[in-house]
């Protein structure tokens, strides 16, 4: 069983809509963050929320942590092309210390067509 | 560039062989994680490492091992190598575990 549920796992709209992934879990996370991934490149970090109920916008992204740290939205608002790409959530937990673990979803593979 | 190197780019060998991918993490970062991505899994944690020593352990075969150097640079060692460990291995580093990660270019395993 996957530790983080993401959805959709595939979405393709047209340039302008708006769109929600979500990233849901049934355990408590320290901090959960959001990740973009292009083919062949690694995931490249968009944000981090910590607490909960937290939301945090960057340009035209809403991210939205909820209440009890267990789930996440990412909202899209006028997409464009150039958002085409994997959508990765990773939450961090542990047990204290220097031993904490990121855990990923399996994404959401956005494509925004033209 | 996220600052994390990662060697080789890509690598093909045969199955039974064993590889040795390396990851030098960012400047300062002390924590590395190893990850493996294939398509029908996703990017699947492997193991942690914090200043040189295992902290957290993932879903690593027996075939696999990492170790992080007193230089911090981290190498995962592929043994006996079947066909299903194909993926995208990627290295990811943090200042501190759980913190955001950066990821290397990822290196493409194929094994024929």
């Known amino acids: 069983t996957q530790l983080l549920e993401q959805s959709p796992q595939f979405l393709s709209i047209q340039e302008g809509e708006n769109l929600t992934v979500y990233c849901n879990s049934s355990s408590v996370f320290s901090s959960l963050q959001w990740y973009r991934q292009e083919p062949g490149e690694g995931p490249v970090l968009l944000v981090t929320v910590v607490t909960g109920g937290e939301v945090k916008k960057l340009k035209r992204l809403t991210f939205q942590f909820g209440d009890a740290r267990k789930d996440s939205s990412l909202h899209i608002t006028a997409a464009q092309t150039g958002d085409t790409g994997l959508y990765l959530c990773?939450?961090?937990?542990?047990?204290?210390?220097?031993?904490?673990?990121?855990?990923f979803g399996k994404g959401t593979l956005l494509t925004v067509n033209p | 560039d996220s600052g994390v190197t990662q060697t080789p780019k890509h690598l093909i060998t045969a199955t039974g062989q064993r590889v040795t991918l390396r990851c030098s993490p960012r400047s300062g970062d002390l924590s590395v994680y190893w990850y493996q991505q294939s398509l029908d899994q996703g990017l699947q944690f492997l193991i942690q490492?914090?200043?040189?020593?295992?902290?957290a352990k993932g879903n690593i075969l027996e075939r696999f091992s990492a170790q992080q150097f007193p230089d911090l640079h981290s190498e995962l060692n592929l043994s006996s190598l079947e066909l299903g460990d194909s993926a995208l291995y990627f290295c990811?580093?943090?200042?501190?575990?759980?913190?955001?990660?950066?990821f290397g270019q990822g290196t493409r395993l194929t094994v024929v």
């Open positions: 490492y914090y200043n040189g020593e295992e902290r």
């Open positions: 990773a939450g961090a937990r542990g047990s204290g210390g220097s031993n904490y673990k990121l855990t």
């Open positions: 990811a580093s943090s200042s501190r575990p759980g913190a955001e990660a950066f």
